[in-house]
């Protein structure tokens, strides 16, 4: 048996599904534990209160481990298991690099990390995007909005774009030295940039989709060189929130942030020709080769923190 942690907000919970999605679809026997969101010492170390949110998607289907289960592969913390750890013998593996490969050969073992590189399931999305059904809004204030913002994405005659600003936790200054200034003003113009170009190609002209946690920083800010329109999303809030991610992969194209939760905007868009732009690092303490990224990201433009494309 293999079994997944699940920890972390909904972007990285989708990805460790996905890790485990694709552990089934290769034959491994695989379950999730979702124990880390009852464990009150762990959610004590997070900036932001986090919860299941995988049980939001619609009858997504999901084996959890049985507590038996996980206790076999990642121990009690015992004095016996700190032992087998400075040994060398734990069946506990924890994420290291930006992918590893070597987890597909791997039976009998408890899997920690993010999983964040789309090497890791992207052939298996299209399976992915069926199931990740989302659920709708209660108001039907929202789910009008909603639906008419999609349809304004879906129109042939628009070229949309959602863009994404991450700022909330990001601003703390534990995570502002491992995740800020990747996405600088001149990544997001260059973004514009290129999806403006892409745009012309096609005769059209772009209509941009703003999504953000600090809408009021958003509208300070500007997206395009043209005065094309821009569009704030802001009527998702709360439990709501996760609509957003939804109403992103309708669009024509996407620029992400260093962020798991635009990173799946982008992911779930069916388009056969989407254009998917994200920063070249996602963290500050990973620099990778760009041969190295585009292995890992197929199909996505990489652009730096200085504008350059990589």
Request: charged content about 30%.
């Amino acid at each position: 048996m293999i079994v997944v942690s699940v920890m972390g907000g909904l972007g990285n919970q989708m990805q460790q599904y996905a890790l485990y999605r694709k552990l089934k679809d290769l034959g491994k026997d695989a379950k999730l534990d979702t124990s880390w969101f009852l464990d009150e010492k762990a959610q004590e170390k997070v900036l932001a209160p986090r919860s299941l949110e995988l049980s939001r998607f619609v009858n997504l289907p999901m084996d959890v481990a049985t507590k038996k289960e996980r206790d076999a592969l990642a121990g009690t913390g015992s004095f016996l298991d700190r032992v087998k750890k400075k040994l060398g013998k734990s069946r506990v593996f924890t994420e290291s690099k930006m992918y590893h490969g070597e987890i597909f050969s791997m039976d009998n073992v408890y899997l920690s990390g993010y999983f964040a590189c789309n090497k890791y399931y992207w052939d298996i999305m299209g399976e992915l995007r069926k199931d990740f059904v989302f659920p709708e809004s209660a108001d039907p204030a929202v789910r009008k909005k909603n639906e008419e913002v999609r349809q304004r994405m879906q129109d042939p005659d628009v070229f949309s774009v959602s863009v994404h600003l991450r700022r909330g936790d990001y601003l703390d200054s534990a995570n502002a030295a491992i995740l800020g200034g990747i996405c600088t003003r001149q990544y997001y113009d260059a973004a514009c940039r290129y999806a403006e170009d892409r745009a012309e190609e096609e005769g059209k002209t772009p209509l941009f989709f703003v999504f953000s946690d600090d809408m009021d920083y958003a509208r300070s800010c500007t997206f395009g060189t043209k005065g094309e329109e821009v569009l704030f999303c802001d009527f998702n809030q709360g439990d709501d929130n996760m609509l957003d991610m939804q109403l992103q992969s309708f669009c024509r194209a996407n620029i992400t942030a260093n962020s798991t939760f635009s990173f799946w905007g982008s992911r779930l868009n069916p388009r056969d020709n989407a254009l998917r732009i994200r920063p070249f690092r996602h963290r500050n303490n990973q620099v990778p080769e760009p041969s190295v990224l585009h292995d890992l990201w197929p199909g996505y433009v990489l652009i730096d923190r200085d504008g350059s494309i990589r």
